[in-house]
Each structure stands twice: as C-alpha cells, then as structure tokens.
C-alpha cells in the first residue's frame, strides 16, 4: 500500500485528538508504531516498508512526550485564555494607572481608567516585557545593522493589536503599515497564523517587510505547533516540520499547489473565511512589488514566525516563483525554532545561494527554542542558514551551530544557571553603561528571576534580541556567511 499523500513521498503525522491513555502508554513497548491510531505514519517506500523500519524506543519515547504535551495544551487550553487574557489585563491596568499605588488610590476615589484592548496603548504580554517603541535612530539605512534591527521591531511588534502596530509603524517609525492579518489553518479549521506588512520608502528604497507573529505566551494551538515533531517528506527537498507548514497555508491532501482558487467559503458563524497565510502574502507581494522594479521585501519573525519567515522561500522555490525569489533581499529570524532534516537544510542553502537571497538566524544565549525540535538522529531536525549568535555581553560571531545545541544536558545546566545570575545583574547595571533605552521594567526582572532556574524561557524574549541587533557590532555582517559559495581550490 502507498502513501496516500500524493505531495508527500512519506510522513508521520501525530494526530493527538484520536489519542486514548492507554494506546498511548502502549506505542512505549510496541516499536510498529502504524498500528496506532493517532500516528499516521508512511515510511519512505510506502506503508510496506513498516516492518523494515520499526521505530526504535527514543523516537516512540518522542513521539509520546510530543502527544502528550499537545494532549495537556488541548485540555487547559480554555484556562490558558482565560489566566492569559486576565493577566494582560492586569498588567495594562496598571500601566494605564501608572502603578499599582495609584491604581489603589483611583480605586478609593473612582478614578480607575480601563484599558481598551482594541487601543493602540494595549500592550500584549510579550510587549510588558519590552516596551520599546522607537527604531535606533543611530542605525540608518546602508548600516549592514538596519535590516536586522528593522526586522527584530517588526517581529515584536507583530504580537500586538492592529491599533498599535499602526500607531508605531505610520507615527513613531515614519512607514506605512499595509495591513495586518489573521490568516485561516485549514488544519486548525480556523484563524491561526497571524502576520502584518509595512513598506519603508524614501528616495533611496523601497522595501516591504513581512513580519510574522511568534507563539502566543497563553494560546495552546501555537505551542501544539511548537511540540508537534510532525513531518511531511517532499521529494528531492527534505522532511519538513508539519505544524509550521500547516500554519503557514498547507493545504489538506493538495500540500502547496501552484495555485489555488479565492476562498470566499463562510465558516461556521456566517463570516467570510481568511485566506491561508502563503498565498494571501503571495499575492499582495506580487501586486506591491509591481510598481515598482526596484522594490525588494524581507521576511523576518521571532520564535514560530521565524520558522514561517524561511518557509515562505521553500514554498516560493517549490513553485519557481522567480519573480518574488529575485526580489527577495534577505530573511531574518529570532530563536527560531528548527524546521527540517539536513537533505531540507542543503536544498534550501542551495536554491537562497542561487537567488542571491541572504538568511541570518540570530540566536541570543541560552533561548532553548532555536535548540528545538532536537538535531539527533531520531528526530533529525537541522538548522542551516547564516547563525549569528551573541553572548550576554551582545557579542556576536558566525557559528555553524549555536552553543549546546539541544539544551537539556546535565553538564550544561549549572553554567546556563550562573549565566542567568550575572544576566539579571546586568539588568540593574546596563542603563548605566548604555544609556536609558536600555533599562528593563520590573516585569522583565521578574522574568529574568525564573531564568534562574529555567535559563532558556527569559533568554527567548524580545528584549535581549533588540538589544543585539543594537549593540551588536556591524562587522559581523560583512563577514563571509554560510550562504556564500566555497572559495574556489587552489591548484
């Protein structure tokens, strides 16, 4: 019997909605893990090739962490609104108030101001941590910092609401917001992959950025798409990650056709349903990008969006969109999160090289999700692409790898731990050295006490890599990048 994914030469897919307890305490001592009802799996040769390839005991180990985390997200995802929502809430009524003293004392008076979360004064969660609004006005356009700095703005600006994002993009950054969006998962049957366009226009350029939305701190289906080790093989590409390929606009039992026809379908509450994520993009690039032949666009997302922001080219190279890929002038990622095998990695380096296009992964000391999925030889994900990687000094250098690459290591723990103590002394200690823009809110201190013992969570939020797209010494990118061909031999 062969795959019935006629994109997919094989695939597993984990399908933890059909799980049941005790199937699932079973695919622990079974290695035929087809026999599973919530795993679909399809080796390369087809569902024959199963008993040739029984899956060995770390990888069924994997898959059952996988559905069971998915599982407990699906089950609290209720809670995890409501707590998210309330906390939100919390933290603008007091910034709204000023603090929690005058909160109280408005409150004796009946002077409370509410937050509106439509408003452009709405901060997300990940927006507490950081509250920076302004672009460096020391890093200008032909700085080889300015795209990077740009794009880490955008990718923390695209977690808020669409009344901030205008606000800051038309009024603090002096740009133009084309437009932001809550694109449909046909998967998820719903909105789930959110992003925003902007154009950065003046005599000397034009350019469109795409900045894709990360993980939601408080939002279950992001991180199912986060723990999903869910893969799709695409003949002569790689095995690529099938929830960041689901969020991004796979269609069901299509994978990425060429084309596809307006969805003017309603859903269940009579609205008009969301186009998926690549082909709305797509298209409204195609028409930006038009008018002008010297206009170019990047893509760019911190977390999960950064690991739709480089599947976007896979799709664009799968199609031959030559038009766009030629009009392509970089990617840029913040802990980014792995999305395919090494085959994947190598087609991917080839086709950007080939394009001219630049990838820059930036990687901030100990964030744990660019050391996600696990790069082993069970789960096989490999990063590739040019990775810039800074200390907590915000020094940076070209590695291949980053540091400790799968994060969990014993050895590795009490140094990440020490590495996290002297972070939150630079807290206290950094406006003085770099000046006020640099100085960090309780809240973000508060975060950076939990890294105490969990290193990797305050490592992955906004503000260390705002920070290195600014302190960061402008060299580094002039230096030779992994996109760029081998020197030729020498006789």
């Not at 910034?95 to 997300?124: A, C, H, I, W």
């Not at 792995?338 to 080939?354: I, T």
């Not at 050295?433 to 939990?450: D, Q, S, T, V």
Request: glycine share 8%; aromatic share 14%.
């Amino acid at each position: 019997m062969a795959c019935d994914k006629g994109f997919s030469s094989s695939y597993m897919l984990l399908k933890p909605e059909e799980v049941k307890f005790f199937d699932l305490i079973r695919i622990l001592f079974s290695s035929n893990v087809e026999k599973r009802k919530f795993v679909e799996f399809c080796p390369l040769g087809g569902a024959a090739a199963t008993a040739a390839e029984d899956v060995n005991f770390r990888r069924r180990w994997m898959i059952f962490v996988s559905i069971l985390a998915q599982k407990f997200l699906l089950f609290s995802s209720t809670l995890l609104v409501w707590f998210g929502s309330g906390f939100e809430m919390w933290l603008n009524l007091v910034s709204v108030n000023q603090n929690v003293g005058r909160l109280v004392l408005n409150f004796f008076q009946g002077k409370v101001v509410k937050p509106d979360k439509t408003s452009e004064t709405f901060v997300s969660f990940i927006g507490n941590l950081d509250k920076r609004m302004e672009l460096d006005g020391n890093i200008k356009y032909g700085d080889p910092r300015y795209y990077g700095a740009l794009s880490m703005m955008a990718s923390k600006a695209s977690y808020e609401n669409t009344a901030y994002i205008q606000n800051i993009v038309n009024h603090h950054w002096k740009m133009e917001c084309l437009g932001t969006y809550d694109f449909w998962n046909e998967y998820l049957e719903k909105p789930s992959t959110q992003a925003f366009l902007l154009r950065d226009k003046t005599t000397d350029h034009e350019t469109i950025v795409v900045a894709f939305r990360g993980t939601e701190p408080f939002d279950a289906e992001d991180w199912c798409s986060d723990f999903d080790i869910s893969w799709y093989q695409l003949s002569e590409v790689g095995k690529i990650h099938g929830g960041f390929m689901k969020a991004l606009g796979l269609q069901k039992n299509l994978g990425w056709p060429k084309e596809v026809q307006a969805q003017n379908d309603t859903d269940l509450d009579g609205q008009n349903r969301p186009s998926t994520a690549y082909y709305a993009i797509r298209e409204k690039l195609r028409e930006l990008l038009s008018k002008n032949e010297k206009a170019n666009f990047i893509l760019t997302g911190h977390s999960l969006g950064g690991a739709l922001a480089i599947l976007f080219p896979t799709v664009l190279v799968l199609h031959e969109d030559d038009f766009l890929l030629d009009r392509l002038e970089g990617v840029y990622t913040f802990g980014q999160p792995r999305v395919g095998d090494g085959q994947f990695g190598e087609f991917m380096a080839k086709k950007l090289r080939e394009h001219n296009i630049k990838y820059f992964r930036f990687v901030y000391g100990n964030d744990m999700v660019p050391r996600l999925p696990y790069d082993d030889k069970d789960l096989l994900f490999k990063h590739f692409g040019t990775c810039i990687y800074f200390n907590r000094h915000y020094k940076g250098k070209i590695v291949e790898e980053e540091p400790n690459k799968n994060y969990f290591s014993p050895l590795g723990a009490m140094p990440m731990m020490v590495n996290a103590f002297w972070e939150l002394v630079r807290s206290f200690t950094i406006p003085r050295k770099k000046g006020a823009e640099y100085r960090e809110g309780n809240f973000m201190r508060l975060f950076r006490i939990i890294g105490l013992v969990m290193p990797g969570i305050p490592a992955h939020s906004p503000q260390d890599y705002v920070n290195a797209t600014r302190l960061g010494s402008s060299h580094i990118f002039n230096l030779p990048t992994q996109q760029d061909p081998p020197p030729p031999e020498i006789a």
